[in-house]
């Protein structure tokens, strides 16, 4: 079913060597260093305008680090375009939910297979033997998805008319839908109430759990980094200036005075 | 076997407006409108393709039809004409030629629309618009010279060589117009006498239908609809989106080209200026008459849009349309070829005011009417 | 070719330049504060040419009976107004309602194209056919400089084109309005929680541009003093297809572009027959289109995640 060979377990999913970005002037990331291990839950924090984002646009594709390598099992994605780097491995969610708004529930993690769909424009005009044994395996794969993730009852809706934090939901199982060897989950928490944040504190443990996938997040509420994650970077300016297990980062100096002013967490 | 009797509703009622046709029931003039209604179907559901489901914004779809026209016509006039010298075929294979005809007139507008398709990698809405445009005029503008061009290189070439000069070269005829497709009409009617026109036009805007509706209902073709609704999330999400842009618009310029080979067989003669931009805003017209993205819209609205195309050129409907104005100023004859173009553009403004969105919206047929599904499969 | 011919054709160019960038200006203004292609603006340049004929007609006419000088005089602003008026109807009666009710951006850009074709149609079906001479206002001065030929006609175009393209410049960066119509382009939602009347800014927009776009109608009436009613399609888009090629949006750009496209088809003419003009300006508008995508001056459109 999972298209891509299995990692051996001692191999990181994702490393960033050295990893600079500029844009113009500014230096968006400097010198970002990372090794993201299979079934890890990693935390990427900071203030506002760090660059976290910035370093995910970088490890998805979007953009192309000045300076660095970035290495996806091993293999370099420098040059390669999102929908590759997607391809080998690497599915991410978005700050503001991006999700095909039009399309059904179902069509939206269906579409997410995209890039394996191993048949072309003639295959799906004159529905050939292998388009209908993909289409039928993909429509089960994605079915099975919304099974787990509860959000079978949608399937016909439009995500439009979801509620945002199923939306948040059907956003993380689309992302799940390329069969990723590393989820990237930016500020997943964004915009939900307490009562939703619980819950996704759940289902993203649950993910962790459940699926052979490395979990790294970016998020705003310290409560679900220090609460998932085993280990936390902290950014600021595009420098790493901490790292190391929640307790650590908690009580990092550098992070009380960059993240928090001169309080306690 | 209901689940089918839409399609065979379909293709019983072809089958009947062919024999019609034969046996003469229905007169040339109503068998023109038909052809007309047919290639209309074609260049409507083809941009539907880039305008709707895309959600690009190309006006310049002519241009594609142009090419179309012009490649089939060559090869037919030199297969089965007698303009450039004796008939290359024997008239029993025009049946195999001609469909062959057409989709290498179609391949070749499908090649060329890369010129349009390359560029939307890096930019859309209204530079695209623009890019279209330009290659549309480009298109024109390239047949109306080529036969200057190619007299150009032949007479340097002939220099080049030291062979005699070969003077002014005329093969496309430029803004003069190209003609002599009728021999590939007639080498048909030799073999079998019937509405030969009629018959290509019903299969390849069936055929047209038939394909976008695959397409576009593959998991491979929503594809181009998540690259309207979020291009980004679609690159990310693991669609190729370059490789899905140039598909999405070589299936739209291809099928654009074959519509234009049908055209140019249908009329028996083609001109670079009929390729222009309002030819283009005709088949922008029917796609946003019929709402973005909706393939029965696109086929509604392209009927509707000919019949009315049709109506109005008759001078008695508007001569009373307008009859307080002529009562009024009786030196006044407006020709109705020319009030049409009034009335039609103003009829879809206050269409437009009224219903924003188009005929039928994004929905197709079956969702306004889900008890249709009964009556075809689809999957 | 000599060096003389090559001053006079850059004069034919800067002349041929400063229509494409006059009516280039009204586009880009129109796109800059709506985001809209107003398709019509060719075919209100072609208004304008006409609204000038009848004006002028009618102050040479026994009615009025003025001298030309007097009825150029007369001509320009009653031109620049009732033209500026036609504009700005089409804005009320067709742009707005549609924008109000929230459709689909590319409606109200079919929408525009529509109304071009009602002007041209319904101009052809009113006036007919036959072409309008357009009676001579100014009297013609030929002025010989060293071999070239210049006429006062073809410098009071090149000037009026940088006239315009200053005072809009200075109205776009300089006037509270110029700053309202900015901000319009930058957020249509905010702006009126700002307070600013955006409805009444659109209309001085739209007056902006249709009034230019008769003035230049008027100096090509006087130019190439025969009318018809398609006059103002083909050198519509080229002049948008300029604007683009510029930037569309940005007033330097339109007017860059507007004369780079001069340029390259006197060039073209220059060299090769003239049927190669279209040609050749459309290749070389759609190569610096391929590698600068959003223009000569245009930002980059850069996608935020």
Known sequence: MDPKQPTPDNSPVLEIRGMTQRFGGLKAVSGFNVSLMPNQLTGLIGPNGAGKTTVFNLSSGFYQPTEGAIFVNGQPTAGLKPHKVTSMGIARTFQNIRLWNDMTVLDNIRVAQHYWLKYGFFSSVFRTRSYKEREAQITKEAEELLDVFDLRQFADETPKNLPYGTQRKLEIARALSTHPKLLMLDEPAAGLNSADVLELIRLIRWIHDNFDVSIWMIEHHMDVVMELCSQIKVIDFGETIAEGTPDEVRTHPAVITAYLGDDTI | ????????????????????????????????????????????????????????????????????????????????????????????????????????????????????????????????????????????????????????????????????????????????????????????????????????????????????????????????????????????????????????????????????????????????????????????????????????????????????????????????????????????????????????????????????EGIMGNRELSDVFPKLKKFYRFK | MDFITFIQNVLNALQWGSFYALIALGYTLVYGVLRLINFAHGDIFMVGAYISFFVAGFFLGPLAGLSPAMTFLVTVPLTMVLTACVGVTLERIAYRPLRRKGAHRLYVVITALMCGLILEYSNLAVLGASRLKFPELIEKQIWNIGGVTLTNLKVMVIFTAIIVFLLLQWVITKTRVGMAMRAISYDKFAIPLMGIPVDNIIVITFILGSGFAGLAGLLFAMSYPVLEPFMGMLIGWKAFIAAVVGGIGDIKGAFVGGFLLGFIEIGVVMVFPSTFRDLFAFTILLLILWIKPTGLFGIPQSTKI
């Open chain 2, 1 to 356: 076997m209901k689940q089918y009797s839409l399609n065979i509703g379909m293709v019983l009622s072809a089958i009947l407006v062919l024999t019609a046709a034969h046996l003469g029931w229905i007169d040339n003039y109503i068998q023109i409108v038909l052809m007309a209604v047919g290639i209309n179907i074609i260049m409507a559901a083809s941009l539907n393709l880039i305008n709707g489901n895309m959600g690009e914004f190309t006006c310049g779809h002519a241009g594609f039809m142009c090419v179309g026209a012009y490649v089939s016509s060559l090869i037919s006039v030199y297969l089965f004409g007698s303009k450039f010298g004796d008939p290359q075929l024997p008239i029993g294979a025009v049946f195999i030629a001609f469909p062959i005809i057409l989709l290498i007139g179609g391949a070749v507008a499908a090649v060329s629309s890369l010129l349009v398709s390359v560029p939307s990698f890096k930019t859309r809405d209204d530079y695209l618009a623009i890019i279209s445009l330009a290659v549309n005029y480009m298109i024109i503008s390239l047949l109306e010279n080529m036969d200057t061009i190619i007299t150009f290189i032949a007479s340097k070439y002939a220099k080049l060589f030291n062979l005699p000069d070969p003077g002014n070269i005329e093969i496309i005829g430029g803004s003069r117009g190209f003609q002599g497709m009728k021999d590939t009409v007639w080498a048909m009617i030799d073999v079998f006498d019937g509405p030969w026109m009629l018959f290509w036009v019903i299969l390849v805007a069936g055929f047209t239908v038939w394909i976008i509706r695959r397409f576009i209902g593959s998991t491979y073709g929503k594809g181009v609809n998540a690259i309207c609704q979020d291009e980004v999330a679609a690159e990310i999400m693991s669609v190729n989106t370059n490789k899905v842009k140039i598909i999405n618009f070589m299936v739209a310029a291809g099928l654009a080209g074959c519509a234009g080979g049908l055209y140019a067989h249908v009329y028996g003669y083609v001109n670079p200026q009929s390729f222009g931009i309002l030819k283009s805003t005709e088949a922008m017209v029917m796609v946003y008459l019929g709402g973005m993205g909706s393939l029965s819209g696109a086929v509604i609205s392209a009927i509707l849009f000919t019949a009315l195309l049709e109506i109005l050129r008759s001078q008695a409907i508007i001569d009373f349309l307008l009859s307080p104005a002529t009562f009024l100023f009786p030196d006044w004859e407006p020709s109705a070829g020319v009030v049409k173009w009034v009335v039609i553009p103003l009829m879809l403004v206050i269409v437009m005011q009224f219903r924003p």
